[in-house]
């Protein structure tokens, strides 16, 4: 039998990298967690499958299973402590999909989510297989039903704002009319997110889970994102959408709306640190410094 124990805080470190296909996820999210501040709140560490290089297809997603095994694990472990909040370090955005559709299942209809992401990971399955593209729409309970089972508590899409967006793709444009997610540009934070504000305030939000994947970050200046991949050429990223935001920006962001809600959760996703995991496997190669 298992015991649960009411706790206010904790975090949460889950290395994914079945969402995306991306093995250096695993990396991003353990470097991420040495370099967060130091707690002595409970943290949760899920181990997700081994690296593997292979993609295993089912019902038109990748690595399915061993995914939502990740997603589970998860979930199962935060209702172990019954917690008011969340910190979650991951891995690829797929991540906060158990963080925050327990949060939801705790604070209902007073339950929101603000997505600071360049893109809106709002897909379904048969039109991307890569599942870190999922988590708004299974918070919602659309696509595949296997990711959003078990959410009793469903988020509306009234209730969830992306932020940071722009140029999405046409499908996704499209999922963001037809499910009612709310929008707010990377200008619309730059000149005081009052935008979130109005949101927060007419949703009656009093409880606010916080996503902020890296990639809503301009590479120009923070280089440990998926455009900054030193084995692919520039020329592969061509159509999709770059983030234009600074770390000030987020900063200043989360800290306002901080003042306007209570947050009770926060996603730190898709860190993707080239330049430690190049020096990390140099230093494999080079004599003496891995000899036992």
Known sequence: MTTTTDTDTIRIVIPDWQGGCLKEYQFGAQLLEWLAPKTDMPTIHIDTAPISTKEIEEDGVSNKSSVLKTINDARTQIEQYNPKKIVTLGGDCLVSLPSFSYLSDTYKNDFGVLWIDTHPDISITGQVNHSHTYPVASLMGYGDKD????????VSGSKIMIAGIHSPLEYEEENIKKF????????????GSQVIIDWIKRENIKHLAIHIDLDVLNELFFHSLYFSRPDVDKSSFDGIAQGKLNISDVISVTNLVNEHTEVVGITIAEYLPWDAINLKHMLEKLPIIGRK
Do not use: A, L, M, Y
Request: glycine share 10%; charged share 20%.
């Open 180 to 191: 009612g997610v709310q929008t707010c540009s990377p200008r619309q934070i730059q000149n």
């Open 147 to 154: 990711f959003s089972k078990g959410i009793k508590h469903k």
